[in-house]
């Protein structure tokens, strides 16, 4: 069975790209390689023996996007990672969001509407949430007016998609809202390859680690949570991967109940900054060097989700533990740096 991967070689979808072809599937990757580098392709083969079929297009193109389905009829399910991403570059270009993030996402589903029936995921965000008022986050939690032009993308994303299903009988669709995805496969073959300085923690710190970075800034340690820094919920990208691949198989198999779902994942722990880094120098055995700084502008105090949903519907809960995914994250960079 063929399954299309948009975004296919970024950090999370190479993983389920992995994942599905570990699975059996036969993976066709998209990518315009703007935020990827197509090397990720040998990564990939070298874990699983299978090289993907990739295609670099770009999905702004519609026509591309048309000539593909054509060439592609057999395409059975599409998982939608193709989009940018970062929460501060959005702020500043706003419309190459919502071109890239809303424009692509028209014509993929255009192009499935087409089909007699289809199966979608989309990655979603707990970005749709901001400060949600209780913790832990239950998907019915509501979602509230997005933080940033990235994040709205997400709200606008999830609703494109539910009132797109509605109408289209062989459509079927599931957003999965990712919580904060961290890490790097076991094998150390694939990874996060964030573009310049890291806008994320994790990377940070192992760049910091490792010696690329001087010293991590904690963006402030006076919000009130059990050490006054910030409260995630870091999931490690493999259990994160599968959870696509549980997903695609409802719908595939028709266990869906509902023609449009949406399910937390995450692992349903929060843990603070301080408590990241002492992961992180648990795993290396090394001292990491950082300092308490300002807060940073739109940050939250708190995330972190209530899987329960996902875990009865999809039978999917994370497997691993912050000390495991950091030391994956470790591992990667060591490797990428040696
Ligand atoms: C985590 C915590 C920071 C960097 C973002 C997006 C979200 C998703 C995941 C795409 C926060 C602190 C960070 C640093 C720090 N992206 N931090 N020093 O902001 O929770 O989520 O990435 O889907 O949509 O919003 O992740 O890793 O940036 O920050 O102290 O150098 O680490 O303040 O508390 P975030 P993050």
Redesign the pocket.
Known sequence: MKILVTGGLGFIGSHTVVELQNEGYEVVIIDDCSNADEKVLDGITAITGKKPVFEKIDLKERSKVEEFFKRHQDIEGVIHFAAS?A?GESVEKPLLYYENNIGTLVYMLKELSKKNSASFIF?S???VYGQADTMPITENAPVKPAE?P??NT?QIGEEIIRDTCKVTPGLNAIALR????MGAHPSSEIGELPIGV?????P??TQTGVGLREQ?????DDYPTSDG????DYIYVVDLAKAHVVALQRLLGGKNKDNYEVFNVGTGKGST?LE?IKSFEKVSGRKLNYKIVD??P???TS?YADTTIANKELGWKAQYTLDQAMKSAWDWEQKIRS
Do not use: E, H, M, W
């Not at 890291?198 to 994790?202: D, E, G, I």
């Not at 991590?216 to 402030?220: A, P, T, Y």
């Not at 820094?229 to 995630?232: F, L």
């Open positions: 991403k929460v990655s965000s707990c970005t940033s990235y994040g997400k990712y919580f904060n995805p890291p806008q994320n923690l994790v940070f710190i991590l800034s904690v963006f402030g820094t910030c409260v995630r900054v990241v807060r940073r739109g940050d939250i995330a």
